[in-house]
């Protein structure tokens, strides 16, 4: 699929999601903020972003929902796989092709111990690496060494 209209499907994901078997369970729910987000993040099964920016570093995002214990369906752009690992924390896709998002969404739906064991592992590496006292404590170890 050409670049551009890849990128116009993937606007009109929740389109595609209300036409598959999951309807319903598959939402976009847009940007959120505050408590809202936490909520969102804290309620949810799995953490979708299929991010297309050919310049994607860091997206925060991920570290949100690694923080709330998700499994994240993504792609491989920027250090994206640096910080979500496949088949460990999620499942990271070489593309970002509607049919491939969905297709690793229902692959999820469908095996609550995956992703369970997903989220555990993205919590736990949150905490290890990315958290405040993580920080805290590398500096702690670096400038007291």
């Known amino acids: ?26 939402k976009y729910v847009g940007p959120k903020f505050g408590k809202e987000k936490d909520t969102l993040f804290f309620t ?19 570290l949100e929902a690694m923080r709330a214990g998700l499994p994240i369906v993504t792609t491989d752009i920027g250090s994206i796989a640096e910080v979500v690992l496949n088949d460990l924390g999620g499942i990271v896709l070489n593309d970002n092709h509607p049919q491939k998002i969905i297709d690793a969404l229902e692959s999820l739906l469908k095996d609550h111990l995956r992703r369970k064991s997903f989220g555990d592992f993205n919590k736990d590496r949150f905490i290890n690496y990315y958290s405040l006292d993580s920080f805290v404590r590398k500096w702690n170890k670096l400038l007291l060494s």
């Open 44 to 62: 949810s099964d799995i953490f979708c972003l299929p991010s297309a920016y050919p310049v994607e570093a860091l997206p925060l995002v991920l």
């Open 1 to 26: 699929m050409p670049r551009d209209s890849n990128l116009l499907a993937i606007f009109n994901i929740q389109e595609i999601f209300e036409k598959n078997s999951h309807s319903g369970r598959i």
